[in-house]
């Protein structure tokens, strides 16, 4: 197993997850709410960092691997999930939007590795929506988890939790519709074959 300094953040995303899930069991006597949402917040978005710096870094060093391709974005999907269940668990989203967005994940992780294992995988390569569904519910996660008013200097800015649902609902109609659109690329495959995954 390779280990490079790219590795090593998508391991720490791995290990950071655990607290973004643990800091809502902190009884009420050690932090209060405000500051349970403040930290998973906070974890969630230097997680989130450190999938951007991973890739970034891994292209820039030369430090590409098999094996780093595989555990980056099953590192992404359980960090995703596991903000997903959390945000169920605490009412702020509902678990249909959970349910749309975790089981496209696993619909088209599915359909990649077996375009990949019949030679077609450059068919469903991620494009431009799904980067943009990407980036509304990794804003709306940890907008979600913070769910309160955004100050700076004092005032109030906007609140979290509006703009969070909304950003929420935009990703998974987004979800849907890429999903839609890499099963309309792979269609042509799936006839073929007989409709047979």
Request: hydrophobic share 60%.
């Amino acid at each position: 197993m390779p280990f490079n300094f790219p590795i090593f953040l998508t391991w720490l995303r791995i290990v950071l997850i655990p607290l973004i899930v643990g800091v809502f069991y902190v009884p009420d006597t050690m932090m209060s709410e405000v500051h349970r949402n403040a930290a998973a917040a906070t974890i969630f978005i230097l997680a989130a960092l450190t999938d951007w710096f991973d890739g970034f870094l891994a292209r820039k060093w030369n430090q590409t691997s098999a094996f780093g391709a595989f555990l980056d974005p099953v590192a992404d999907k359980l960090m995703v999930t596991a903000a997903l269940l959390v945000l169920v668990q605490l009412a702020r989203i509902e678990a249909v939007i959970a349910l749309v967005i975790v089981g496209r994940e696993i619909a088209i992780s599915a359909l990649r590795e077996w375009m990949a294992q019949i030679g077609a995988s450059k068919s469903v390569a991620v494009n431009q929506l799904g980067k943009f569904k990407t980036a509304c519910q990794m804003i709306a996660i940890p907008l979600l988890l913070y769910y309160g008013p955004v100050r700076f200097g004092g005032a109030a800015v906007f609140d979290a939790r509006v703009v969070g649902e909304w950003l929420m609902y935009l990703a998974a109609v987004l979800t849907i519709w890429s999903m839609l659109y890499y099963m309309k690329l792979a269609w042509p495959q799936i006839r073929e074959r007989g409709g047979v995954l």
